[in-house]
């Protein structure tokens, strides 16, 4: 029997609810495929710190580094609550860079997907999703103002200051437009290259070595478009884009206004895919103001199970499944009031309970090779 080692990494705020659905998820998925799973928890983020005095506890760094992949939550608290804990520590610079850095995970992989049956979820007008809204965003995640060099201090004049580099080198854009490549290959092969050269040098070179890494990739059309441009268009006409590829603030802001045009972030899985290992989130926050509620939609958190499944694990009709067994679940009108408003043709369901659907449409699909 195949046996895989996953680290579960629940989070702050409604992680630890919203990943015993992905957990629901799992267990079907191993009993029905003959594969073993092995599923242990980890101590991450805010909580972390606060119960272990470091928010990636080195416990959790050897779990991690055992894992075949790892399924992370949400992290993070209130402003209020975050001021508890030392600058370095909260849990963005304390647990997720390092993370990053540790397993260099440089591609991350945001699908934005909303078929037209869930178009009442988006705030734009029908006549603009169509026939729904369907793109990936590739965000190039270990480099950037996020990962350069930085410095504070005060200067000659009394005065507090900060400086803040973007770095790229050439390297790190090539690997990050080669998978943009291969993934528009995949689809319908056209690549949106955002970028910002009209202002920044780092875009100048960011364009030259896509450019470069282009010529491999004949069949691929590249379409240039300015971020600041970008990001009105996706209001305006998300459906002209398929695969979309940026450096990292770039694709931090967009990927986040993507989560918008579909409703909510709650809608927005994410893959972070490095060279030997790969970690799977929710590209939403915590939520502390829900949390304990039992409100919070599951569907970020089991779709990124789904693209484990199929980017870790090789099985990809499964993925399907559980894609399948989602968008069911909200065929039958089900939703959450985190996602909706108690409406006609509705029913408002807790995060238990859309998890407990959610397998029991998985369980209805053909297991691959049966």
């Given at each position: 029997?195949?046996?895989?080692?996953?680290?579960?990494?629940?989070?702050?705020?409604?992680?630890?609810?919203?990943?015993?659905?992905?957990?629901?998820?799992?267990?079907?998925?191993?009993?029905?495929?003959?594969?073993?799973?092995?599923?242990?928890?980890?101590?991450?983020?805010?909580?972390?710190?606060?119960?272990?005095g470091?928010?990636?506890?080195?416990?959790?760094?050897?779990?991690?580094?055992?894992?075949?992949?790892?399924?992370?939550?949400?992290?993070?608290?209130?402003?209020?609550?975050?001021?508890?804990?030392?600058?370095?520590?909260?849990?963005?610079?304390?647990?997720?860079?390092?993370?990053?850095?540790?397993?260099?995970?440089?591609?991350?992989?945001r699908?934005?997907?909303?078929?037209?049956?869930l178009?009442?979820?988006?705030?734009?007008?029908?006549?603009i999703?169509?026939?729904?809204?369907?793109?990936?965003?590739?965000?190039?995640?270990?480099?950037?103002?996020?990962?350069?060099?930085?410095?504070?201090?005060?200067?000659?004049?009394?005065?507090?200051?900060?400086?803040?580099?973007?770095?790229?080198?050439?390297?790190?854009?090539?690997?990050?437009?080669k998978?943009?490549?291969?993934?528009?290959?995949?689809?319908?092969?056209?690549?949106?290259?955002?970028?910002?050269?009209?202002?920044?040098?780092?875009?100048?070179?960011?364009?030259e070595?896509?450019?470069?890494?282009?010529?491999?990739?004949?069949?691929?059309?590249?379409?240039?478009?300015?971020?600041?441009?970008?990001?009105?268009?996706?209001?305006?006409?998300?459906?002209?884009?398929?695969?979309?590829?940026?450096?990292?603030?770039?694709?931090?802001?967009?990927?986040?206004?993507?989560?918008?045009?579909?409703?909510?972030?709650?809608?927005m899985?994410?893959?972070?895919?490095g060279?030997?290992?790969?970690?799977?989130?929710?590209?939403?926050?915590?939520?502390?103001?829900?949390a304990?509620?039992?409100?919070?939609n599951?569907?970020?958190?089991?779709?990124?199970?789904?693209?484990?499944?199929?980017?870790s694990?090789?099985?990809?009709?499964?993925?399907?499944?559980?894609?399948?067994?989602?968008?069911?679940?909200?065929?039958?009108?089900?939703?959450?009031?985190?996602?909706?408003?108690?409406?006609?043709?509705?029913?408002?369901?807790?995060?238990?309970?859309?998890?407990?659907?959610?397998?029991?449409?998985?369980?209805?699909?053909?297991?691959?090779?049966?």
């Amino acid at each position: 029997m195949t046996a895989y080692k996953i680290a579960l990494l629940d989070g702050d705020g409604i992680g630890p609810e919203i990943m015993a659905e992905a957990v629901k998820v799992l267990e079907l998925v191993s009993s029905r495929n003959a594969i073993e799973f092995e599923l242990e928890h980890g101590a991450f983020g805010a909580n972390a710190y606060f119960d272990h005095g470091h928010s990636f506890p080195e416990a959790t760094k050897q779990l991690c580094d055992e894992a075949d992949a790892i399924l992370k939550g949400p992290i993070g608290l209130s402003h209020e609550e975050s001021k508890k804990i030392p600058v370095d520590m909260q849990p963005e610079r304390g647990a997720l860079l390092p993370m990053r850095r540790r397993y260099n995970t440089f591609a991350n992989f945001r699908p934005v997907y909303l078929p037209k049956s869930l178009a009442h979820f988006s705030p734009l007008k029908p006549e603009i999703i169509g026939d729904g809204i369907d793109f990936i965003i590739i965000r190039e995640l270990v480099g950037g103002l996020y990962f350069g060099k930085k410095e504070t201090g005060v200067n000659a004049q009394g005065r507090r200051y900060v400086i803040e580099s973007l770095e790229y080198d050439e390297d790190q854009i090539a690997r990050i437009a080669k998978v943009a490549f291969d993934t528009a290959l995949k689809r319908k092969k056209v690549l949106h290259n955002i970028h910002k050269s009209n202002v920044l040098k780092s875009s100048v070179l960011w364009n030259e070595v896509v450019g470069e890494v282009g010529e491999d990739y004949p069949e691929v059309e590249v379409k240039h478009i300015l971020v600041d441009a970008a990001a009105t268009y996706l209001c305006l006409n998300p459906g002209q884009f398929d695969v979309m590829v940026m450096e990292n603030m770039f694709g931090d802001i967009l990927s986040d206004q993507a989560g918008g045009i579909l409703g909510s972030l709650g809608l927005m899985p994410s893959a972070c895919i490095g060279p030997d290992k790969a970690y799977y989130e929710p590209s939403h926050g915590s939520a502390p103001d829900i949390a304990g509620q039992n409100i919070a939609n599951p569907y970020s958190m089991i779709g990124s199970v789904a693209m484990m499944l199929e980017m870790s694990f090789g099985m990809e009709q499964e993925a399907k499944n559980v894609w399948h067994a989602m968008q069911s679940v909200f065929a039958q009108g089900n939703s959450t009031s985190d996602l909706s408003k108690p409406g006609k043709g509705i029913k408002m369901i807790s995060t238990q309970a859309f998890g407990d659907l959610v397998v029991e449409e998985l369980a209805k699909t053909p297991v691959a090779g049966a």
